[in-house]
């Protein structure tokens, strides 16, 4: 199983120390067993929660593949004035703390912006989180035109990676970054570019897999 390198500083102390509890068990310490139960379903939660695994599925400069795994809990008309610049459709997926939390480039393209934001750590299924919350946005401007994503902390997410930098090419997919422990990404499409989207609230998504929408190119 693929681990995301931001993994490694949590996984390797969480299975030390289920390594310690279950030798001090061994040896006899009763008590122990109680606490090592605890310690070794963290460090499996640990090993799920960073999987990076590969994904396949639809390609190409029509589709909007999920930059997340979860759940679609918002699909609203918005106006988005950082980088679009004009009415949007946003598309926002929660992720749980048992879903992957590894993020990829819903297109191919070259990014534009890369903005950090500081902020809360509210619900990040709420409403009030997409304007509050701890997030960081990339604009990618790609052949069927531009798109943003935001991803944005939670109430338990402390921090937010972002892998790509302004000028870089991307492919659709690839790598994007993470947000450790629980959080949401949104992604905001123009109208103008008449997307059809093919998602609805409650289903549920894969990040690198799963259409969120099209364009009729």
Do not use: C
């Amino acid at each position: 199983m693929r681990i995301a390198p931001e993994g490694w500083p949590f996984i390797l102390p969480g299975w030390t120390l289920a390594g310690v509890g279950a030798w001090g068990a061994g040896r006899g310490i009763a008590w122990l067993w109680i606490p090592e139960a605890i310690l070794f379903a963290l460090a499996v939660w640990l090993l799920v929660f960073f999987r990076d695994p590969e994904r396949r599925g639809p390609r190409g400069d029509r589709f909007i593949i999920a930059p997340a795994d979860g759940r679609i809990v918002d699909v609203a008309v918005v106006h988005e004035p950082m980088y679009l610049k004009t009415e949007a459709t946003r598309i926002s997926i929660f992720m749980n703390v048992l879903d992957v939390h590894v993020n990829r480039y819903p297109l191919a393209g070259s990014i534009e912006l890369v903005h950090r934001n500081p902020g809360k750590f509210l619900h990040a299924a709420s409403e009030k989180a997409s304007l509050d919350n701890e997030q960081a946005s990339v604009g990618i401007r790609g052949p069927a035109g531009p798109v943003l994503v935001r991803q944005i902390a939670g109430l338990i997410a402390r921090r937010i990676v972002t892998d790509g930098r302004t000028g870089d090419r991307v492919a659709q997919a690839q790598r994007m970054g993470m947000i450790r422990f629980g959080s949401r990404v949104d992604v905001f499409l123009p109208r103008s570019s008449r997307p059809a989207v093919r998602v609805s609230v409650g289903d549920r998504v894969r990040a690198g897999a799963s259409v969120l929408a099209e364009y009729a190119l």
